[in-house]
């Protein structure tokens, strides 16, 4: 395992709840970056995130981590649950709400 995989892993595993996007959630980078963290603010826990532009290897790396082509990515539990689609649907019929619930019980 590289270098990378083994930070990204470390992340993933390291955080309940963490969001690779381009930009932060204060001042998302993209239109789907920007979407993703604003359904995550609206399950009401924290979460952490990584931005993806500060890192060209993170950029690259996490795209074979979770074997997923498109940034924003969203790790629950150490699992990849998906992208900006996947999460804002989640969102929307509140399993996104029931998933970092479940991860972050002390919240």
Known sequence: MSDVQESIREQVEGNPVILYMKGSPQFPQCGFSMRAAQAL???GVEFSYVNVLE?????QGIKEYGNWPTIPQLYV???LLGGCD????MYESGE???AVKTATPDA
């Not at 890192?55 to 950029?59: H, K, P, T």
């Not at 996947?86 to 649907?89: D, F, G, N, V």
Request: hydrophobic share 35%; aromatic share 0%.
């Open 96 to 98: 996104l709400q029931e």
């Open 55 to 59: 890192d060209e290897g993170i950029r």
């Open 77 to 79: 539990g150490g699992e």
């Open 86 to 89: 996947i999460i804002m649907e």
């Open 41 to 43: 603010a609206g399950c």
